[in-house]
């Protein structure tokens, strides 16, 4: 789920920040951690919806839509990319395509002024997008060089150009997720 991924990799940044805390001491200065989901904050959408637009029709067929099941949708995903290079979808025209998103409201400002002031400023990113999306994202918005660490869910373009896409981690929560109310979304304990 949503909250044990931002869980881990909090941690695992945390202790790499702790790590490398004494090599750096001397050189670093005391910087603000900045921390943004990527969907519905940095954007102003879904990357995994927008572009399912690039199937026939602007939308993913019944067939495929009930491929998901609950808990799955990175895998899902690997489902839709998959059709969409059956479709002919290719990477120039999903990349291009990603690149037109809009981002949310003054947020490309504010990365802006991070990586204007990036000495002052950690920026990092935890998603359950993808790396593909992000990096595409962020440089066509001109604020790749903002961000310092991108953690998501792992992507790539194959040999024959499919997209494939990897969950960022596994976990098997079915006895310690809540369901929480009012957003009905599964978090881990």
């Known amino acids: 789920s949503r909250c044990c991924l931002i869980s881990r990799i909090f941690w695992r940044f945390c202790a790499f920040k702790i790590t490398n805390r004494n090599?750096?001491?001397?050189?670093?200065?005391?910087?603000v951690l900045a921390v943004f989901d990527f969907d519905h904050t940095i954007i102003n959408d879904n990357s995994d919806t927008?572009?399912?637009?690039?199937?026939?029709?602007?939308?993913?067929?019944?067939w495929?839509?009930?491929?998901?099941?609950?808990?799955?949708?990175?895998?899902?995903?690997?489902?839709?990319f998959r059709y969409?290079?059956?479709?002919?979808?290719?990477?120039?025209d999903m990349l291009n395509f990603?690149?037109?998103?809009?981002y949310t409201d003054k947020?490309?400002?504010v990365l802006k002024f991070i990586g204007k002031h990036g000495t002052k400023f950690?920026?990092?990113?935890?998603?359950?997008?993808?790396?593909?999306?992000?990096?595409?994202?962020?440089?066509?918005?001109?604020?790749?060089?903002?961000?310092?660490?991108?953690f998501t869910n792992p992507a790539h373009f194959d040999k024959s150009n499919c997209?494939?896409?990897?969950?960022?981690?596994?976990?098997?929560c079915k006895s310690n997720c809540l369901h929480v109310k009012p957003y009905h979304k599964h978090a881990c304990k």
């Open 23 to 31: 090599a750096k001491m001397a050189e670093d200065k005391k910087k």
């Open 107 to 109: 947020m490309q400002d």
């Open 64 to 80: 495929l839509r009930q491929t998901y099941r609950n808990g799955y949708w990175t895998e899902y995903m690997e489902n839709v």
């Open 163 to 172: 997209l494939h896409v990897k969950p960022y981690h596994k976990h098997a």
């Open 98 to 102: 990603m690149g037109t998103i809009p």
């Open 50 to 62: 927008w572009v399912v637009k690039l199937a026939p029709g602007g939308q993913a067929p019944d």
């Open 84 to 92: 969409l290079h059956d479709n002919r979808i290719m990477p120039e």
């Open 122 to 150: 950690e920026c990092i990113v935890i998603s359950d997008s993808n790396t593909v999306f992000i990096e595409t994202i962020l440089k066509a918005g001109g604020v790749d060089h903002a961000v310092n660490n991108i």
